[in-house]
């Protein structure tokens, strides 16, 4: 018996597959729960090493429809997404994305749209990164101090290195000082 799956997928904690949920209801598509696989994972994560779309695809079968609804739910790397939905097509899997108006993306128009949506969507997925580099080089260059603020002043670390000479414990002065462990031993080797 055919089975609709459903892949939905956020990228941080703070984001909720609810939206996707709810599209997939919309377009008519009757998903059980139990076919209905989430996860929180960057885009970025090849779908090989996603532990949600792994198990998922040992759930498919032949007449099987997979449907997402977004092309970047399953990546961001053109080759990618064409490679994956190449793989389900030879198993005999349908796969369906919605922002497509729901077309079958193993059928030849499907393929064609996917191709250039994932080419945009890893456009621009370039340019930001681009953009991101250009903009840190542009800070670096104004002498902007990138990177996370220290947790602790001069004057603390030179109070640490103090007390730690005197015999107190690291972990102590963790404590104390309300930092990890590690932050008092890279405050001790500093000079």
Same mark, same amino acid.
């Given at each position: ?13 703070? !984001?909720?597959?609810? $939206? !996707?949920?709810?599209? @997939?209801? *919309? ?6 729960? *139990? ?8 885009? #970025? ?6 532990? +949600?779309? #792994? ?20 990546? *961001? $790397? ?12 030879? !198993?005999? @899997? ?12 193993? $059928?030849?128009?499907? &393929? ?8 945009? #969507? %890893? ?18 260059? !104004? +002498? ?11 004057? %603390? &670390? ?13 972990? +102590? ?6 930092? #990890?462990?590690?932050?008092?031993? &890279? ?5």
């Amino acid at each position: 018996m055919c089975s609709t799956f459903l892949y939905a997928r956020v990228s941080t904690a703070e !984001q909720t597959t609810d $939206n !996707q949920l709810l599209e @997939v209801r *919309r377009a008519g598509f009757a998903v059980l729960p *139990r076919h209905t696989i989430t996860e929180t994972i960057s885009g #970025s994560v090849p779908v090989a090493e996603r532990p +949600g779309f #792994s198990k998922l695809l040992d759930r498919l079968d032949e007449g099987d429809t997979l449907v997402v609804t977004k092309l970047d739910r399953r990546g *961001r $790397n053109t080759t990618v997404v064409l490679g994956t939905v190449e793989k389900l097509a030879a !198993q005999g @899997v349908h796969v369906h994305c919605l922002a497509l108006k729901e077309t079958d993306l193993t $059928n030849a128009a499907g &393929k064609l749209h996917m191709t250039v949506l994932a080419a945009v #969507s %890893q456009f621009e997925r370039d340019l930001l990164i681009e953009r991101t580099h250009a903009g840190l080089a542009r800070a670096k260059s !104004q +002498g902007t101090r990138l990177g996370r603020k220290d947790a602790l002043t001069t004057e %603390q &670390k030179a109070e640490i290195r103090t007390k730690l000479a005197e015999g107190a414990s690291a972990r +102590g002065l963790a404590k104390e000082y309300a930092v #990890s462990h590690s932050t008092i031993l &890279k405050a001790a080797r500093r000079c």
